[in-house]
């Protein structure tokens, strides 16, 4: 695709303002660079929910990587740092942050509750709670099993509604949406749930196949999904066909766009070295973040862009592109095909590190592996000292026996044990002087 059709494309998203209201992954070392200065923000750009009238951050809170208590042992289980997650919370919420994303089998099934927890020192009308049927597990996915999963979320979320729910990551075969919402009878329940108010908006999250989707949007007649999580991001655009498409698709059946992976896992706040060189030439005073969110922001149709804020860096710095957000102009667009253009040339493991392959039977640290193995794999001659601090020894990717358990789950359809084979081979290769 030439520069041309890439921003004939991206035309029809350049003016999100024209939709979008003004009322009123770790990259912390970037974001610390940046001088965050309360005073010098403005108010928070909101889209606007045509059914509800509600008034959404264009910033979402995603909580899939909430902070974590230090640990005195390695293999001291992980518990929530829940002092800071009520902390980030309020924080969000003071700089106009209104949309918090969670799930049921987010941070080891304990998202939900940290979330609620948090959100229960607040006026229920000051905020909006997202949260997933997540059946994925055979043993919940019967009509009384998904129905206690979606009565808990009420539970440990400790709210009388529900304002978005969303049929968790659709997309590895009509069979399998069949399977899990249709024939156990859950989403005829659902939709008599949105009817009494229980439920405000009901939608799902997809990662898949294009024919999935369009199996879905051929039911939105008889649905009517109220807003779709997608997929979205600058390398995406370019590189995935599917991406445009299931956009393009949503605005022609006017459904508001939620976006998840607008970093994509943190791969778009860590670009190449002389790629951020040039990044910050540009725009000097925002972060290397900054680029992908905008991007996001400046599409119309998008009623929010998720950010899993583990640190208050994170959250400081996201605000600096949303309050108020500067859309993107061609120019940027332009600028935004040739970075996109410069990491094509120099491929990785598409990993988000979403989590979903976790926890690995035989202990390997998948998304840690993988995010090593991207950012270091062009410097070699350093690879080993930092692989083996990261990554403890037996979780690394010599460990792997190729079971392909991890692989049912990923929403990015790596194959994750030949990615394995071919680390480890890497790293031998390493160790034997051959690179």
Partial sequence: MDRREFLNRLGTGTMAVGTATLLGCKNGNEAKSLTFDPASLGTMTY????????????????????????KVKEDDPDVIDQEQVNHLVSEALKYGVNYFDTSPVYCQGHSEESTGIALSKHKREDFFVATKLSNFDPSVQSF?????????????????????????????SVDDFKHR????????????????????NLGFSFHGQTAVFDYLMELHATYHWDFVQIQMNYFDWLSNPQTQHIYESLLAHSIPIIIMEPLLGGRLANVPTNLAKEMKQREPDRSIASWAFRFCGSKLGVLTALSGMTYLEHLQDNLMSFC????????????????????????????????????????????????????????????????????????????????????????????????????????????????
């Fill in 47 to 70: 889209g606007k929910n045509p059914k509800t009238g509600d008034n959404v951050s264009l910033l979402g809170y995603g909580m899939m990587r909430l902070p974590m208590m230090e």
């Fill in 144 to 172: 009384e099993g998904s129905r206690q999963m979606y009565l808990n979320s009420f539970k440990n979320l400790q709210v009388d509604y529900l304002d978005y729910y969303l049929l968790h990551a659709i997309g590895g």
């Fill in 181 to 200: 919402f249709v024939d156990n009878g859950i989403l005829d329940y659902l939709l008599k749930e949105r009817e009494t108010g229980k439920i405000r």
């Fill in 324 to 435: 108020p957000l500067k859309p993107l102009t061609n120019e940027d667009f332009n600028f935004l095909h040739h970075i996109t253009e410069e990491m094509m040339s120099n491929p990785r493991i598409p990993c988000t590190g979403c989590q979903y392959c976790m926890p690995c039977p035989y202990g390997l640290d998948i998304p840690g592996i993988f995010s090593y193995y991207n950012k270091h794999k062009d410097t070699p001659e350093n690879f080993l000292e930092g692989y083996n601090t990261d990554i403890p020894l037996i979780r690394q990717a010599d460990h792997c026996i190729g079971c392909g358990k991890c692989m049912t789950h990923c929403p990015q359809q790596i194959s994750i044990p030949e990615q394995m084979l071919e680390i480890d081979k890497f790293v031998e290769k390493i160790k034997q002087g051959k690179i």
